[in-house]
């Protein structure tokens, strides 16, 4: 059960965009659309930012945003503020062995 | 609002069982929601343990199976995770969280706020 693939680290200024890449097989993101983001800031549980590729919980900021094409999943955060500098994982369903869940290695995103 | 508590031993000694409870408030763990286990090495990324549907159908991480074991205590309002044989590497922070029937099986929409279990002699 191999970790998605996610960029180490990102950065940007306030006010930009920028995305987070998530590359899996077609096994994982590229066959069902089940891939969550997750932020997590230090010392702090994660937190459901996105889930099922591209939808928000109540309560999410409209700045979040995700989606998918092929294996690769991406998270986009627009209007970018300082309190966003965080770790981002993706996750998604996979069923390459026995039906079950994996996540990406981690994204440090940083606001410069 | 589901909210959600682990409780545990912070020091294991290895080969020992590491077992943590995940306490449910605000919720009747037998109404809905599924629940889950994910962990955090200290520094390094999020691994999914398994999780644990109405059913009480398990799934495991394939590379934990032969040592985990979640379950449900409706009774008490909480569900636990057993990890048999533990050693250095299973020394991570444990999350406990859930899953609404609603979304997909890796969505996990509350957690808890996570213990650290060190595994050392």
């Known amino acids: 059960q191999s970790a998605l693939t996610q960029p180490a680290s990102v950065s940007g200024s306030p006010g930009q965009s920028i995305t987070i890449s998530c590359t899996g097989t077609?096994?994982?993101?590229?066959?069902?659309?089940?891939v969550s983001w997750y932020q997590q800031h230090p010392g702090k549980a994660p937190k459901l930012m996105i889930y099922d590729v591209s939808n928000r919980p109540s309560g999410v900021s409209n700045r979040f945003s995700g989606s998918k094409s092929g294996n690769t999943a991406s998270l986009t955060i627009s209007g970018l503020q300082a309190e966003d500098e965080a770790d981002y994982y993706c996750s998604s369903y996979t069923s390459s062995s026995t039906p079950d869940v994996v996540f990406g290695g981690g994204t440090k995103l940083t606001v410069l | 609002q589901v909210q959600l508590q682990e409780s545990g031993p912070g020091l294991v000694k290895p080969s020992e069982t590491l077992s943590l409870t995940c306490a449910v408030s605000g919720y009747s763990i037998s109404s809905g929601y599924y629940w889950g286990w994910i962990r955090q090495p200290p520094g390094k990324g999020l691994e999914w343990i398994g999780s644990?549907?109405?059913?009480?159908?398990?799934y495991y991480n394939p590379s934990l199976k032969s040592r985990v074991t979640i379950s449900v205590d409706t009774s008490k309002n909480q569900f636990s995770l057993k990890l048999s044989s533990v050693t250095a590497a299973d020394t991570a922070v444990y999350y406990c969280a859930s899953l609404r029937p609603d979304y997909g099986p890796n969505d996990f929409d509350y957690w808890g706020q996570g213990t650290l279990v060190t595994v050392s002699s």
């Open positions: 077609s096994s994982d993101v590229g066959g069902y659309n089940y």
């Open positions: 644990i549907y109405h059913s009480g159908s398990t």
